[in-house]
């Protein structure tokens, strides 16, 4: 958590496990953000008011206020009695502001709750998600939507209650968007091993250079090449696939994200171009394979990335942490400037950021370079990995 005598709203930001650094730099760009502070999947920091900015954030998965906090929450059923009394205690009426203070929020409505908890318990997340509705509801003036599986929500809510239950303590937070920012407006098209938006933003984040021209040759559903575009507003970005029926999605996509991107057809193995980066999640031969000339040798793809690159160019690529691709790269010259596995979709991925041999190692930009500095000082992730 932030230091403490800090004044304004305590906010965490969410993130990828192996990407706070990312997330923390772009939250460090914010006005009036201060006292920030990494842990695992977290950035939390505060701010002088809350506003429609915090929902801007395009490398978290979501943005959380902190209503406040409960101690002495045991294992036993029986506690959460307690729990639930704690919470009603909190200032609803100011968070509720606050919250209105970001987006449009109804006087009255339908709301939900969702529990995470560590440790043996003698209750699971749906009960304590029950006794935490059951005793908001007043407070909150909305009526509790409750979940009683891990199917997606039936009653469309217009709050969302989240806390966080470690040792013998919650964190009791409220969700300020209407919906996780990792859900993007613009992807209403999606196919098999589609990439997750605030991964795609932070590649970009990380190799998508001001102007110059940038390739995705993979792009499936053009989510890192949208990305790239929204971040990059002078770069040209070139989103190219096998499967038409992902061109179509890529170009539907970036209509709807109000982006210039070139979409095209094109088999990966056969390119004739030279750009200044690729950022691409080529294909991790689980949802999607590879196809085309690249079909019975993957490995000519990335024999074949040199010759794409210009001077100074540099590729920034997601893989499956099984392919051991930054040990191959390495193997074959390549400089490697960072070499960081996250996990990624329930598994665990490798992000290479790396130019090709002979060429110079690509440098982060200062701020990405200070927050991964700060991330392996912390402990929260290491040079390679967690």
Request: proline share 5%; net charge positive.
């Amino acid at each position: 958590m932030t230091s403490a005598g800090l004044k304004g709203p305590l906010i965490i930001a969410r993130s990828l496990h192996g990407l706070e650094w990312v997330c923390a730099a772009e939250v460090s760009a914010l006005t009036g953000a201060s006292g920030l502070s990494l842990g695992r999947r977290e950035v939390a920091f505060r701010v002088g008011e809350a506003g429609p900015s915090l929902l801007g954030l395009r490398t978290a998965d979501d943005v959380f206020l902190v209503a406040g906090s409960a101690g002495g929450i045991g294992a036993a059923k029986t506690d959460l009695e307690s729990l639930g009394r704690a919470a009603a205690e909190l200032d609803w009426r100011g968070v509720l502001d606050q919250v209105r203070g970001v987006r449009a929020l109804p006087e009255s409505g339908n709301f939900d709750v969702v529990a995470s908890l560590d440790g043996k318990r003698g209750y699971n997340r749906f009960a304590a998600e029950r006794w935490l509705g059951r005793a908001l509801a007043p407070e909150l003036g909305f009526l509790f939507a409750e979940r009683v599986s891990n199917e997606p929500q039936v009653v469309k809510t217009d709050l969302t209650v989240r806390t966080f239950i470690h040792g013998d303590s919650a964190l009791v937070t409220v969700r300020l968007g209407a919906r996780p920012l990792h859900r993007r407006d613009y992807k209403t098209s999606a196919g098999a091993g589609t990439l997750h938006p605030p991964a795609a933003a932070a590649l970009a984040a990380i190799a998508a250079p001001p102007r110059g021209t940038l390739l995705d040759p993979f792009c499936g559903d053009g989510t890192i090449a949208i990305e790239a575009a929204i971040a990059r507003p002078g770069l040209r970005v070139l989103a190219s696939d096998l499967d038409q029926a992902r061109v179509v999605s890529a170009a539907a996509n970036a209509r709807l994200a109000g982006v210039g991107i070139s979409v095209s057809r094109a088999d990966a193995g056969s390119l004739r171009c030279e750009v200044d980066a690729v950022v691409t999640n080529p294909p991790w031969d689980l949802a999607i394979g590879w196809g085309g000339r690249l079909r019975e040798s993957p490995g000519a793809f990335w024999r074949k990335l040199p010759d794409l690159l210009g001077a100074n160019g540099a590729i920034c690529t997601l893989t499956d942490a099984g392919l051991e691709m930054p040990d191959l790269l390495v193997a074959d010259g390549w400089a490697i400037a960072v070499r960081q596995r996250l996990r990624l979709a329930g598994r665990v991925a490798d992000l290479l950021f790396a130019a090709p041999p002979g060429a110079k190692t690509p440098k982060l930009p200062a701020g990405l370079r200070d927050w991964r500095a700060r991330a392996i000082a912390a402990g929260v992730i290491s040079d390679t990995g967690f």
